[in-house]
Protein backbone atom coordinates (compact mmCIF):
# COMPACT_ATOMS: atom_id res chain seq x y z
CA UNK A 1 0.00 0.00 0.00
CA UNK A 2 1.40 3.18 -0.82
CA UNK A 3 -0.45 5.41 1.16
CA UNK A 4 -3.67 7.53 0.50
CA UNK A 5 -5.11 8.37 -3.00
CA UNK A 6 -7.07 11.31 -4.68
CA UNK A 7 -8.84 11.45 -7.92
CA UNK A 8 -8.94 12.89 -9.70
CA UNK A 9 -5.70 15.28 -8.73
CA UNK A 10 -7.04 18.44 -11.08
CA UNK A 11 -10.99 19.51 -12.13
CA UNK A 12 -12.12 22.00 -13.87
CA UNK A 13 -15.86 22.90 -14.21
CA UNK A 14 -18.46 25.37 -15.03
CA UNK A 15 -20.38 26.77 -12.11
CA UNK A 16 -23.47 24.31 -11.55
CA UNK A 17 -22.05 21.29 -12.59
CA UNK A 18 -21.71 18.20 -10.36
CA UNK A 19 -18.08 16.82 -9.33
CA UNK A 20 -17.56 13.70 -7.60
CA UNK A 21 -13.99 13.18 -6.04
CA UNK A 22 -12.89 9.97 -4.72
CA UNK A 23 -10.45 8.53 -2.09
CA UNK A 24 -8.38 5.58 -1.36
CA UNK A 25 -7.41 6.01 2.18
CA UNK A 26 -4.65 3.20 3.52
CA UNK A 27 -5.97 -0.39 3.49
CA UNK A 28 -5.93 -1.07 7.15
CA UNK A 29 -7.04 2.50 8.60
CA UNK A 30 -10.86 2.86 9.82
CA UNK A 31 -10.99 6.67 9.62
CA UNK A 32 -11.42 8.64 6.65
CA UNK A 33 -11.42 12.73 6.64
CA UNK A 34 -12.17 14.99 4.59
CA UNK A 35 -10.77 18.76 4.42
CA UNK A 36 -11.30 21.85 2.32
CA UNK A 37 -8.55 24.05 1.77
CA UNK A 38 -8.09 27.94 0.15
CA UNK A 39 -5.01 29.32 -0.76
CA UNK A 40 -3.22 30.99 2.10
CA UNK A 41 -5.60 28.96 4.97
CA UNK A 42 -5.35 25.97 6.65
CA UNK A 43 -7.20 23.10 5.75
CA UNK A 44 -10.62 23.02 7.07
CA UNK A 45 -12.88 20.33 8.10
CA UNK A 46 -15.57 18.63 6.38
CA UNK A 47 -16.60 15.67 7.57
CA UNK A 48 -15.06 12.32 8.86
CA UNK A 49 -16.45 8.59 8.91
CA UNK A 50 -15.51 5.88 10.61
CA UNK A 51 -15.66 2.72 9.22
CA UNK A 52 -18.76 3.09 7.08
CA UNK A 53 -20.50 5.36 9.35
CA UNK A 54 -20.22 9.27 9.16
CA UNK A 55 -19.89 10.43 12.76
CA UNK A 56 -19.37 14.42 12.11
CA UNK A 57 -19.94 17.12 9.29
CA UNK A 58 -19.06 20.65 9.74
CA UNK A 59 -21.51 22.96 9.29
CA UNK A 60 -19.48 24.22 6.25
CA UNK A 61 -20.55 21.64 4.42
CA UNK A 62 -23.80 23.08 2.76
CA UNK A 63 -26.65 20.51 1.56
CA UNK A 64 -25.45 20.47 -1.79
CA UNK A 65 -21.86 18.67 -0.59
CA UNK A 66 -22.66 15.18 0.18
CA UNK A 67 -19.87 12.78 1.35
CA UNK A 68 -20.45 8.32 1.91
CA UNK A 69 -17.90 5.76 2.06
CA UNK A 70 -19.75 2.48 1.45
CA UNK A 71 -18.42 -0.40 2.94
CA UNK A 72 -16.14 1.11 5.28
CA UNK A 73 -13.22 1.46 1.66
CA UNK A 74 -13.13 3.85 -0.19
CA UNK A 75 -14.57 7.46 0.14
CA UNK A 76 -16.34 9.85 -2.57
CA UNK A 77 -17.16 13.88 -1.62
CA UNK A 78 -19.84 14.99 -4.32
CA UNK A 79 -20.48 18.76 -5.00
CA UNK A 80 -23.86 19.40 -6.13
CA UNK A 81 -24.61 23.01 -8.51
CA UNK A 82 -21.04 23.82 -8.20
CA UNK A 83 -20.53 27.51 -7.54
CA UNK A 84 -16.89 29.50 -8.06
CA UNK A 85 -16.73 29.78 -3.63
CA UNK A 86 -15.69 26.18 -3.87
CA UNK A 87 -12.54 25.94 -5.44
CA UNK A 88 -10.25 24.51 -3.48
CA UNK A 89 -8.25 21.93 -3.10
CA UNK A 90 -10.05 19.19 -1.32
CA UNK A 91 -7.46 17.02 0.88
CA UNK A 92 -8.79 13.38 1.80
CA UNK A 93 -6.54 11.60 5.45
CA UNK A 94 -7.17 8.32 7.06
CA UNK A 95 -5.99 7.37 10.32
CA UNK A 96 -5.99 4.82 12.47
CA UNK A 97 -7.95 4.24 15.91
CA UNK A 98 -5.93 4.81 18.90
CA UNK A 99 -2.99 6.42 16.98
CA UNK A 100 -3.87 10.23 16.32
CA UNK A 101 -1.53 10.63 13.39
CA UNK A 102 -3.48 11.63 9.83
CA UNK A 103 -1.96 10.22 6.47
CA UNK A 104 -3.11 12.93 3.67
CA UNK A 105 -3.39 12.25 -0.01
CA UNK A 106 -2.18 14.48 -2.41
CA UNK A 107 -5.31 16.27 -2.77
CA UNK A 108 -7.78 16.98 -5.15
CA UNK A 109 -7.76 20.50 -6.58
CA UNK A 110 -11.44 21.97 -7.92
CA UNK A 111 -11.57 25.30 -10.30
CA UNK A 112 -15.18 26.12 -11.08
CA UNK A 113 -15.28 28.87 -13.71
CA UNK B 1 -11.67 19.70 18.73
CA UNK B 2 -9.48 22.64 19.37
CA UNK B 3 -6.90 25.00 16.44
CA UNK B 4 -3.75 25.85 17.20
CA UNK B 5 -2.55 29.07 16.32
CA UNK B 6 1.00 29.40 14.61
CA UNK B 7 3.40 32.26 15.17
CA UNK B 8 4.83 33.84 12.96
CA UNK B 9 2.76 33.64 9.51
CA UNK B 10 5.67 33.77 7.86
CA UNK B 11 9.48 33.71 8.49
CA UNK B 12 12.66 33.80 6.02
CA UNK B 13 15.96 32.58 6.59
CA UNK B 14 18.83 31.49 5.07
CA UNK B 15 20.05 28.01 4.70
CA UNK B 16 22.12 26.49 7.15
CA UNK B 17 20.08 28.69 10.07
CA UNK B 18 17.81 27.13 12.33
CA UNK B 19 13.94 28.08 12.16
CA UNK B 20 11.64 28.69 15.29
CA UNK B 21 7.82 28.82 14.95
CA UNK B 22 5.28 28.47 17.68
CA UNK B 23 1.94 26.99 18.82
CA UNK B 24 -0.49 28.65 21.07
CA UNK B 25 -3.79 26.31 21.96
CA UNK B 26 -6.65 27.14 24.71
CA UNK B 27 -7.85 23.99 26.68
CA UNK B 28 -5.92 21.09 28.00
CA UNK B 29 -4.81 18.64 25.29
CA UNK B 30 -4.10 15.07 24.87
CA UNK B 31 -1.12 15.54 22.21
CA UNK B 32 0.19 17.98 20.08
CA UNK B 33 1.27 17.21 16.10
CA UNK B 34 3.15 19.06 13.72
CA UNK B 35 2.45 18.74 10.13
CA UNK B 36 4.44 20.29 7.24
CA UNK B 37 2.73 21.19 3.58
CA UNK B 38 4.61 21.77 0.82
CA UNK B 39 3.10 23.83 -2.02
CA UNK B 40 0.63 22.17 -3.80
CA UNK B 41 0.98 19.25 -1.98
CA UNK B 42 -0.97 17.38 1.13
CA UNK B 43 -0.16 17.70 4.80
CA UNK B 44 3.33 15.66 6.30
CA UNK B 45 3.11 14.67 9.90
CA UNK B 46 6.22 15.28 11.39
CA UNK B 47 5.98 14.83 15.04
CA UNK B 48 3.57 13.78 17.93
CA UNK B 49 4.39 14.83 21.71
CA UNK B 50 1.85 14.19 23.95
CA UNK B 51 0.83 16.09 26.85
CA UNK B 52 2.88 14.16 29.61
CA UNK B 53 6.15 14.85 27.14
CA UNK B 54 8.59 18.40 27.72
CA UNK B 55 10.80 17.70 24.39
CA UNK B 56 10.70 15.58 21.28
CA UNK B 57 13.49 14.72 18.91
CA UNK B 58 13.34 13.72 14.80
CA UNK B 59 16.59 14.40 12.94
CA UNK B 60 17.20 18.20 12.72
CA UNK B 61 13.60 18.53 14.56
CA UNK B 62 13.08 19.52 17.92
CA UNK B 63 9.32 19.94 19.16
CA UNK B 64 8.66 21.62 23.14
CA UNK B 65 5.52 21.20 24.71
CA UNK B 66 4.74 23.56 27.79
CA UNK B 67 1.31 22.74 29.46
CA UNK B 68 1.19 25.61 31.76
CA UNK B 69 1.79 28.18 28.80
CA UNK B 70 -0.68 25.96 26.51
CA UNK B 71 2.13 26.75 23.75
CA UNK B 72 4.31 24.42 21.59
CA UNK B 73 7.47 25.42 19.25
CA UNK B 74 8.83 23.87 16.56
CA UNK B 75 12.62 24.00 16.05
CA UNK B 76 14.15 23.03 12.69
CA UNK B 77 17.87 23.49 13.25
CA UNK B 78 20.45 24.06 10.05
CA UNK B 79 17.58 24.41 7.04
CA UNK B 80 17.56 23.50 3.94
CA UNK B 81 16.32 24.81 0.49
CA UNK B 82 14.15 22.01 0.91
CA UNK B 83 12.56 22.76 4.07
CA UNK B 84 11.08 25.49 2.39
CA UNK B 85 6.97 24.47 3.13
CA UNK B 86 4.07 25.91 5.70
CA UNK B 87 3.91 24.48 9.04
CA UNK B 88 0.55 23.87 11.01
CA UNK B 89 0.35 22.33 14.76
CA UNK B 90 -2.87 20.55 15.71
CA UNK B 91 -3.27 20.32 19.10
CA UNK B 92 -5.86 17.02 19.86
CA UNK B 93 -7.61 15.90 23.11
CA UNK B 94 -7.46 12.71 22.02
CA UNK B 95 -7.19 9.97 19.54
CA UNK B 96 -10.85 10.31 18.98
CA UNK B 97 -11.46 13.73 18.33
CA UNK B 98 -10.70 15.26 14.70
CA UNK B 99 -7.67 17.74 13.93
CA UNK B 100 -8.21 21.32 13.50
CA UNK B 101 -5.73 23.34 11.61
CA UNK B 102 -4.91 27.14 11.61
CA UNK B 103 -3.53 28.95 8.98
CA UNK B 104 0.39 27.85 9.33
CA UNK B 105 3.58 29.24 9.63
CA UNK B 106 4.76 30.10 5.63
CA UNK B 107 8.74 28.84 6.10
CA UNK B 108 11.07 30.26 3.79
CA UNK B 109 14.89 29.13 3.40
CA UNK B 110 16.67 30.78 0.60
CA UNK B 111 20.13 29.82 -0.76
Known amino acids: DTGVSQDPRHKITKRGQNVTFRCDPISEHNRLYWYRQTLGQGPEFLTYFQNEAQLEKSRLLSDRFSAERPKGSFSTLEIQRTEQGDSAMYLC???????????FGEGSRLTVL | SQQGEEDPQALSIQEGENATMNCSYKTSINNLQWYRQNSGRGLVHLIL?????REKHSGRLRVTLDTSKKSSSLLITASRAADTASYFCAPSTGTASKLTFGTGTRLQVTL
Open chain 2, 49 to 53: IRSNE
Open chain 1, 93 to 103: ASSFDGTGELF
